[in-house]
C-alpha cells in the first residue's frame, strides 16, 4: 500500500513501525510547519530541510520507504518567500522531492492565494506534481476558489486535489485531476470513503491518512483497503487505490 498524504516530522518511529507491519510500503510526507513563522523564511527553510535531511532515514529505519513533498502550506503563507523558491527549484532540479506539497488555500486570504499561485506557477513550469490541501471550514467554498486558480495556472493532470469528501466530490470529479480521500478522525470515515468508491469508481482516487499533530490513525489506509476486501470489492479496483493510482502518478 502507498500512504499518499502524511507528517512524519509530528509522528513517532512507533507509527512508522505500524505501518510497515500493516502493509504500507511507501509513504509521501507534506510539509506543515505548526507554530507561527512570523513571516520569518529562515523558520520555515529550516523546517523543510528538516523534512528532507531526517524523515526518510528516521522512517528508513523500520522499513518505510518515506517519499518528501515540499512546499508552503497555506497555514504557513509568508510575504519574503525568495529563500523557499529558490531552496524549491534545487530540490525539484535535483529530484529531492517527489511533488509541491502540500500547498492550497485555508482561511483563503489574499497572501494565500498569492503563495499559491506562484508555486503553481513553478509547478507547471518544472511539470511537478502538486499535492493540494482543501480546508475543513468552509470546504466547498474554498474549493471552488482553488479549482478556479488551479485550472488558469496549471495542467490539472498534475494535481491531487486533496481531503476531498461526499460533500465535495462532484465539484471536482469531471475534471482531470487525482483525488486524494483522507481517512483521519474528524475529517472522513472509512464508511465515506468507501461510499465515494462505490459510487464515482476507484481509477481517479488515492488514499491517505494525514498523520499529524492532530487526531491521527497511521493505519487508516490498510484499515479501509481491508475493510473493501471483506466487502467483497474486486481485487484489481482495491489494488488501484492502495497502490497503482499513487505509483502511476507520483511515478513511485
Ligand atoms: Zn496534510
Redesign the pocket.
Known sequence: MIDT?M?ADSRSSEDFEKMFISGIDTAIT?S?YPYKIDNIPEILLNHLNRILNFEPRRAGEYGLDLRVALGIHPANALKNNEIIFEALERWIENRDIIAIG?IGLDENTDLEKEVFKKQLELAEDSKSKVII?TPRKNKLEVLKDIKEIVLENINPKLVVIDHINLNTVEEVIDEDFTIGLTVQPQKMEVEEAIEILDKYGFDKFLLNS?I?NKPSNPLSVPKTVRTLKRLGYDKKEINKVAFENAKSFFNI
Open positions: 498524504h507528517h507534506c506543515y502540500e490541501h494525514d499529524s
